[in-house]
């Protein structure tokens, strides 16, 4: 049975659902959840915690180690999946056979179809609205969003861990806001804007830096002859955002002010631009990293001196940070009003892409004048010149995907605390903060297997359990030897996953095995082995005689010949590269260092040339 769709979700349960004892579930505000009108009683903040993530999931599947990461963080206890059992088992019993909560592959599914859940409602008005809105149907508009705005209790999963508290959190909470900012919108249109003063005069004084709302309260107020009052609003403002922030007011409320001035009506709102590669049609796995990029791009800076809100996506190649931060870039859009924008910054050799042809691109998909591509030809400075002057002042979101170092990014970064940025690398840069850096390992066994089955399908993995075990552990947990993987089993339904294991499991046939379509495992690891100093890939295929590790500079030296100064400059570069881990110091304190299996075999099946000496 599959669940409701969240539009399915939003309508009744039936003519007379309370009557007829369906449940109500909710999320926006303490989690709870009733029958017929009357309180279930939920006891703890974990059995609140594990419902609203088998919710939030909409019928998909959840896998132990994201209940876990909801319930104990990094900290598990060594019962985890015992009192996890517990807690649904409870749940079972408290809600009864109005919802089936059972058991699927490494995880758990909640079917809630016949319940009704507010968020569903929420977002399917909030989407209405939106949609009547962008029609000019202001007064629909205006009834959908208020509707939407009702389905809110109070702060969103107000009695949860703080684990989930602060992964979702800020995700429900900016959607409300853009609601409210869409109700004001639609009343303004309305010319409502009388009666809307005193809610943006209590709005405001609750959240004084909030541009946007300032911004439609000097536009209620001008409207209403009250301009000296709006002036007032904007000094307030001003005021606040420098001592607060040491900015100065955003494009929106500049704008509205300037418009006061001149009395002038607000014009519609400029439509934000979008440059995105598409998300995955498979995300799995990687649900708390996702959850914990947003909370850092979408958390509001605040105090003197705010800075820039960046974030930084590392690991080795193939380990699915492109595609984590399409998920995320996508599900942050929203809280970017002036556009998200992507560029990459490597061509499709692996080479460091220009950065005037990069600056040239961005400029044209923010819609920069001139003739950028002649001036890209000849003039870096102009071409960053330009960059910072059209993004000053916005609401951005900038992603650089596939950085090879910190001066790659000079001249692309984002300015002032407005705007925010997102980069991958298969390195550490010193341009982003270590705390909001997120390294990508690879993949546990149940999330992998939830991976493949978003491909091949569950029925296929449950015939098969024992191969696809198989397959997984061929693959080591990298995403893209997954992807890879699955998309050859789908794509010959009925051939035996054993078939497709037995070739991984020869080490000959395993990396061509690993290639299907424009998915190749070995040219992806090919291609980061070009952006190596020739030195360095000429050692990588003698190195692999010392075996998976963890070994040391002193060990690879030996292998390969070198001083152990120069195999430690050596490894620290794979390190840098992404083709190798690095690992706390041993018993005597050296550093210790340690091959994935499949860039292992990739090492040790590449031909071996004379080290230069």
Known sequence: ??????????????????????????????????????????????????????LLARGALVTDSRLSAALWADAPPTTSNAQIYTYVSRLRKTLGNHVQIFRKGPGYVLDARDSEVDLFSFERLDRLGRQALAENRHEEAGRLLGGALDCWSGQAL???????????RPRLEFLRAQALERRIEADLSLGRHRSLVPELLSLVARHPMDENLRAHLITALHRSDRQAEAVQVY???????????????GQRLSEAYLRMLRGENAGPPRRPVLLLPARAA???????????LRSLLLRRPSGPGARLRAALVTGMPGSGKTALAAEVAHGCAEAFPDGVVHADLQDADGAARPPAAVLAELLAALGGTGDTARTARHDLSELVRRYRARIADS??????????????????????????????????????????TMSLGPLGDEDAVALLAETVGDDRVRAEPGAVRDVVRHCAGLPLALRIAGARLAARPHRAVARF??????????L?????????????FGRAVTRLSPATAAVLPWLASVGPGPFTALLA????????????????????????????????????YRFHPLVLLHADTTPRRALPR
Do not use: W
């Not at 107000?158 to 979702?168: G, Q």
């Not at 498979?282 to 914990?292: K, L």
């Not at 061509?512 to 992806?524: E, F, I, K, P, V």
């Open 1 to 54: 049975m599959s669940p409701r769709t969240a539009e399915e979700a939003a309508e009744p349960a039936g003519p007379d659902a309370a009557a007829s004892g369906a449940l109500a579930f909710r999320l926006l505000g303490p989690v709870s959840v009733t029958r017929a009108g009357v309180a279930i009683p939920l006891s703890g903040a974990k059995i609140h915690t594990v419902l609203a993530v088998l």
């Open 158 to 168: 107000e009695n949860v861990t703080e684990h989930l508290l602060r992964c979702e």
């Open 235 to 249: 000094a307030e403002g001003r005021r606040i955002l420098d001592e607060q922030l040491g900015v100065v007011p």
């Open 282 to 292: 498979a995300f799995t796995g990687r649900t708390a990293e996702a959850a914990r």
């Open 395 to 436: 609401r951005l979101l900038v992603v650089l995907d596939d950085a090879s170092g910190d001066v790659q990014l000079t001249g692309l970064l984002p300015v002032g605390p407005d705007s925010a940025l997102l980069v991958t690398s298969r390195t550490r840069l010193t341009t982003v903060p270590t705390a909001h």
């Open 501 to 510: 294991a037995d070739r991984l499991a020869d080490p000959h046939t395993r």
């Open 512 to 524: 061509a095995a690993l290639s299907y379509g424009n998915l190749d495992l070995t040219r992806t």
């Open 557 to 592: 030296a030996e292998v390969t010949g070198l001083t152990e100064t120069e195999a430690e400059h050596t490894l620290e570069e794979l390190v840098d590269a992404g083709l190798l881990f690095a690992e706390p110091g041993g018993a005597l304190g050296e550093d210790r």
